[in-house]
Each structure stands twice: as structure tokens, then as C-alpha cells.
């Protein structure tokens, strides 16, 4: 068997090679562009097959004509794989199908049996490496490993280039067997360089792979962590629960009994919160503990704890903070509160109480003296209420009494 016959042979097993790879990728990753792959190295491989039977088969029409066919056909689904491959998105039209009357076409003008018919496949052959150089560019600008790509992009511009020097030595030989023997041996390199764009393909995928995996851990994280901080937070306010609380407070008391340090607590409650839902809505009634849940997280240190207690109270935890400082604390808060839009005449105040933890008292005990003190605020507050509201009625019944008569 002549050299150049005995390298096609070996080329066309490295092509059912890379056809077999393609299979079983295909059966592992379900991507668009390996089922053209698959068939553009199918393609390859029947041309490749078909050209080692031609000493036995005889040159012919028909012989020629199947062989072009097969090659451009090989070409058109490289080309059509690897703009899949780049977007997996695009969908396959059956418009593309017309494709196949410009294959057959070409391919009956190239194999035309008459002198010089070997020359009339130096285009087709020049089509090849167009295509070839075409895909070494697509891969070059394509996203993922720097290795793949670079592996792909030199393994389709050698084989670009050794596809145009067959074409060149083609044109000026008019025969293969009147080639210089280095061309005998063109089907190894082809072979050499499919083995690389196998290599490539794997490599690219791999990478791609391990960044799809590393997606979705961080995903997976990010979902847990999200479900944590649902599990710890009111879902209205955004503040720490009352589930929370309890992992934070044993925390903080074993702190503060290590350290020697003051831990102090404030109990907030919303003022005139019931007659706002009342008269205003539920909805207002949410965005008034939402704009008291902003104030007050604004007004504590990131060190502090500002936890929803149940309905319209918020315990607040200061740690290192001592019965003083505690107390202004307190004072501040209440005095501050700016006025909530949307509450016009019925602008609610905060009634808050405070308390220093004793070390050699139990923690509920400093709960309920805040609480005390918070309830004690709160019906001040409503009886100062109540006597404005007095005094704005006797003055208005004044006002009656006294008016002048009319004409």
C-alpha cells in the first residue's frame, strides 16, 4: 500500500476516534453542538474511508461526487457546531436545509472526470481550509480555559495551513502521486491534529463544567444563607426575631460574666399603634413599624441587637453598655423619633424602658424591670394624652360659650 493511501487509513481511524469521543460526550453533556460534531466527523470519516478504497473502486462520477458531498458536508456541520457550541440558545430551521443544493451542486462540478480533474478540487480543498481557519478564530474569541482555546485555535490554523499547502501541491502537481513524498504524509499530521482538538474540546468542557459546579455551590450557599437569615429574621421589619434572641443572649451573658463587662436591655413600644390600624389600616400600621424598625437600627451601634418582640414592642440588647448610659439611651430614642408619613394627626411616640443586667440576677427579672418601666412610660404618656384632649375640649366649648351674638 502506497504511503499516501496507508495515511489516509490511519487518518480515517483517528477519525472515528474523535467521532466515538463526540458519542459519548454527547451521552454525558446534551449539548446542540455535539450532535453536528458527530456528524461532521461522520462525514470526515465516510470521505476518508471512501478515498483508501479508491486504487480498488476505480476513479468515477459517482465516486468523486460522494466523496465532495461528504466533505462539504463535513465542513458545514464544523462550522454549524461551532456557532452552537459559542450559543447554545439557537435552534435548528429547516431553512437550513437548502444548504444541501449548493453540497450537491459543488460537488457535481468537482467531480467531473476529464484532464485536469484533480485541479477542479483545489477549491474545495481551499473551501476546507477557509472553514478550518474560520473555526481556529471562532475558538480564539470563544469564553473558557485560556488552554482549551488556545489548543483548538493552533489545531485548526495547522490544519488550515496544511489544508492550503494540498491545495497549492494539488494545482501545480495535478496528482498526488506526483507530489514530493513530504505531502505523503499530510493524513498523519491531520490525524495528529485531530487528537489535539479532541484534547481541546475536553479541556474546554472540563472548565466549563467546573465553573457551572462552582456556580452552583455558591448558589447552594448563598440559598442557605439566605434560608439562616430567614429563620433569624422578622420577615416584615427585617430585625433579629425572638428565636434569635435566645442564641444571642446566651451569648452575651457568658460575655459579659467572662469580661466583667455591663449588659443592658431597652423595651420600646409603639404608641397610639392600635388606633393607627384602626383608622389608618393595616397596611399604614406595617409601614410604621418598618419606619420604626430603620429608626431605631440607625440609632444603635453595629455591636448592638434590635430584635422584633411581638407586635408593635422591640427589644433592644446593648452590650457593655451600664445602667446610665442605658437610660440616655432611652431618653434618646424617644425624644427623637422624627414624625412617620402617612399617620397626619395620629404621629405615634415610642414609651421606652431600660435596665442594667445584675450578674446574681436571672435575665427574665431584668426583662420585666424594662418592661415596668416601659409601662409606666406608656400610660403617662396616654394620660398626658388624655388631658390634652381635655383641655382641647373645654377650650373649644370656651370659645362657643363666649362667642358674640349675631346681628
Known amino acids: 500500500m502506497p504511503v499516501y493511501q496507508f495515511s489516509l487509513l490511519v487518518q480515517s481511524a483517528g477519525t472515528a476516534l474523535l467521532f466515538i469521543v463526540f458519542v459519548l460526550l454527547y451521552q454525558k453533556i446534551r449539548r446542540k453542538a455535539f450532535l453536528d460534531w458527530i456528524a461532521s466527523w461522520a462525514f470526515l470519516m465516510v ?48 431553512i437550513e436545509l437548502l444548504w444541501i443544493i449548493p453540497i450537491l451542486g459543488v460537488s457535481w462540478w468537482t467531480s467531473i472526470l476529464e484532464e485536469g480533474a484533480n485541479g477542479r478540487s483545489v477549491p474545495l480543498i481551499i473551501g476546507t481550509a477557509i ?13 473558557g480555559s485560556a488552554a482549551g482555546r488556545l489548543l483548538l485555535f493552533a489545531s485548526f490554523l495547522l490544519w488550515a495551513a496544511e489544508r492550503a499547502a494540498f491545495a497549492y501541491a494539488l494545482a501545480r502537481f495535478g496528482h498526488p502521486d506526483q507530489m514530493p513524498p513530504l505531502f505523503d504524509y499530510s493524513s498523519f499530521l491531520a490525524m495528529f491534529l485531530e487528537m ?25 450557599v448563598s440559598s442557605e444563607e439566605q434560608l439562616k437569615e430567614m429563620g433569624i429574621r422578622d420577615p416584615l421589619t427585617g430585625l433579629f426575631n425572638r428565636h434569635y434572641f435566645n442564641d444571642v443572649i446566651r451569648r452575651e451573658l457568658a460575655s459579659a460574666r467572662r469580661y466583667g463587662t455591663a449588659l443592658s436591655v431597652l423595651l420600646a413600644d409603639v404608641d397610639r399603634f392600635k388606633e393607627i390600624n384602626d383608622k389608618k389600616g393595616h397596611a399604614v400600621g406595617d409601614d410604621v413599624l418598618k419606619f420604626v424598625a430603620n429608626y431605631l437600627t440607625a440609632c444603635v451601634r453595629e455591636t448592638d441587637y434590635v430584635f422584633r418582640w411581638g407586635g408593635d414592642e422591640f427589644l433592644i440588647v446593648l452590650p457593655g453598655t451600664d445602667g446610665p448610659a442605658a437610660e440616655l439611651k432611652a431618653e434618646e430614642l424617644d425624644r427623637r423619633l422624627p414624625n412617620i408619613p402617612g399617620t397626619d394627626s395620629l404621629q405615634p411616640t415610642l414609651s421606652v424602658g431600660w435596665a442594667m443586667h445584675r450578674s446574681d440576677a436571672d435575665f427574665p427579672l431584668t426583662l420585666a424591670e424594662a418592661d415596668a418601666r416601659m409601662y409606666e412610660m406608656k400610660v403617662m404618656r396616654k394620660r398626658e394624652r388624655a388631658e390634652r384632649e381635655r383641655d382641647r375640649e373645654l377650650l373649644g366649648g370656651a370659645g362657643k360659650r363666649f362667642e358674640p351674638a349675631g346681628p
Open 47 to 94: 470521505a476518508l474511508s471512501t478515498l483508501v478504497l479508491l486504487p480498488s473502486l476505480g476513479p468515477s462520477r459517482g465516486f468523486f461526487f460522494f466523496v465532495h458531498a461528504c466533505l462539504l458536508s463535513h465542513v458545514l456541520f464544523l462550522l454549524r457546531g461551532v456557532r452552537r457550541f459559542r450559543d447554545d440558545r439557537l435552534r435548528s430551521s429547516r
Open 131 to 143: 472553514a478550518y481557519a474560520v473555526t481556529s478564530l471562532a475558538f480564539a474569541i470563544t469564553p
Open 196 to 220: 489535539t482538538i479532541a484534547v481541546g474540546v475536553i479541556i474546554l468542557l472540563f472548565e466549563a463544567s467546573q465553573s457551572r459546579l462552582a456556580a452552583e455551590m455558591h448558589q447552594l
